[in-house]
């Protein structure tokens, strides 16, 4: 356990030897979690050549994580939350098996759209899993770590989120381009295993909230909490329409291929851009952390968001395109800090579980139903039209919260 006097050191959390386990074992898991993701964009767009089957990837996750998310809270702080995690990762294994055989080249029998329907699916339960699995990793962490180092845990799990996120998407690439994307799911396997030995390592968590047995009660009290904290729904709400609307991930895919003729090593190094840009932040800010006017930086981000999301969707050179969504990501990661660090902060101990399942509503609402809105609205406007679209009303939606959310403009922390 860190002395008294080193919580102030930016990785005074690391001191905590179990905190490192789940560190570790969360950057392994999220590795290969985003190898999938990048794996099934290339994949959609080569079996069906739709930008929308892309949209429909990000709308089959995002129902069903929805669906489940407000339940996931109460049970997440009703039940023992390492077991539960534990039994997340293996789910989630098993539907990577399955994506293995779908892409076995010796099924001869299906057609591509029979075997995109199926994947829907196989995202379908993903998103059921996540709805538990993400806000379980995001309450542990309150468990591991004593109060006065959370802003330093906070911090550090985004950045080694971020980080397995970017290694995941350029591996992506790189293995679909080396080994092909069936032979890439057995690297996810085992990347998945991996994280699962790991995370095993940490001891079982007492279960600190005394929940309501009616469910429905249980719930609202964590949906309360997040209504009534005008800091957290604050940040929540801007993230959520920003990313809505200025989302481009989707459709990184349809650019890589049709309008930036790179292969799928250049796919993977797009996808992974953003994710780039927000480490650069994101280490930045844990050892230069913000001192004041989070709220007004956050606001400057988000628009910073929109016009580097403008540049990609006009972009026709790969470098130019790297470089705007890598900025977005630096954009973000300003993001990621401030909402992060304000949910760890503010959230009690005994409604860890139900705030960060209402977190994820948010953050999946923003991601995925962003996928699926991306699209539409390629489907309906052209791929560079709706990109151009989606940046200019993040703009807008900064200018509007601007003026209508005054009290987030001025929050600190």
């Known amino acids: 356990m860190p002395s008294e006097n080193s919580h102030h050191h930016p990785y005074a959390a690391l001191k905590i030897k179990e905190f490192k386990y789940f560190?570790?074992?969360?950057?392994?898991?999220i590795m290969g979690l985003r190898m999938t993701g990048t794996v099934i964009g290339w994949w959609i767009y080569q079996l069906t050549n739709s930008p929308l089957a892309?949209?429909?990837?990000?709308?089959?996750?995002?129902?069903?994580?929805?669906?489940?998310?407000?339940?996931?809270?109460?049970?997440?702080?009703?039940?023992?939350?390492?077991?539960?995690?534990?039994r997340c990762v293996i789910l989630y294994l098993c539907c990577v098996l399955c994506f293995l055989f779908l892409s076995d080249p010796s099924n001869k029998s299906l057609t591509p759209w029979n075997i995109a329907m199926l994947i829907f699916g196989i995202i379908a339960l993903t998103g059921v899993?996540?709805?538990?699995?993400?806000?379980?990793?995001?309450?542990?962490?309150?468990?591991?770590?004593?109060?006065?180092?959370?802003s330093s845990a906070a911090t550090i799990s985004s950045a080694t989120w971020l980080t397995g996120s970017i290694i995941g998407h350029a591996l992506g690439g790189f293995f679909i381009a080396l080994i092909g994307i069936h032979y890439t799911f057995f690297v996810i396997v085992f990347f998945v295993a991996l994280g699962y030995i790991l995370l095993s390592r940490l001891s079982p968590k007492p279960v600190i909230a005394h929940v309501s047995q009616n469910t429905w009660r249980s719930i609202k009290e964590g949906i309360k909490y997040v209504f009534k904290t005008k800091e957290l729904l604050g940040a929540l709400s801007l993230d959520l329409f920003a990313v809505l609307f200025g989302g481009a991930a989707a459709m990184v895919p349809v650019f890589a291929s049709d309008i930036l003729h790179t292969g799928p090593m250049g796919f993977g190094w797009l996808n992974a851009a953003t994710d780039i840009g927000s480490i650069i932040t994101v280490t930045a800010l844990t050892v230069f952390p913000l001192k004041r006017k989070q709220g007004r930086l956050l606001f400057y981000a988000i628009g910073g968001f929109g016009v580097c999301i403008i540049i990609f969707a006009l972009s026709k050179v790969f470098w130019l395109s790297f470089l705007a969504l890598m900025i977005s990501g630096c954009m973000d990661g300003v993001s990621v800090v401030v909402r992060g660090t304000i949910l760890q902060l503010k959230t009690p101990d005994a409604l860890r579980g139900r705030v960060m399942s209402v977190n994820s509503m948010f953050i999946n609402s923003s991601n995925?139903?962003?996928q699926f809105e991306s699209g539409v609205a390629a489907k309906l406007l052209g791929i560079v039209p709706s990109v151009v679209f989606g940046g200019c009303m993040t703009i807008a939606v900064v200018v509007a919260t601007w003026f209508k959310a005054p009290a987030l403009k001025e929050m600190e922390y």
Request: aromatic content about 12%; glycine content about 10%.
């Open 23 to 29: 560190i570790t074992g969360r950057f392994i898991f």
């Open 54 to 86: 892309l949209g429909l990837v990000g709308l089959s996750e995002v129902v069903a994580a929805l669906s489940f998310a407000l339940y996931a809270g109460h049970y997440i702080d009703k039940n023992e939350n390492r077991a539960l995690l534990l």
């Open 129 to 150: 899993i996540r709805a538990f699995s993400g806000p379980t990793f995001s309450a542990m962490i309150g468990k591991i770590v004593p109060k006065k180092l959370l």
């Open 368 to 370: 995925e139903f962003g």
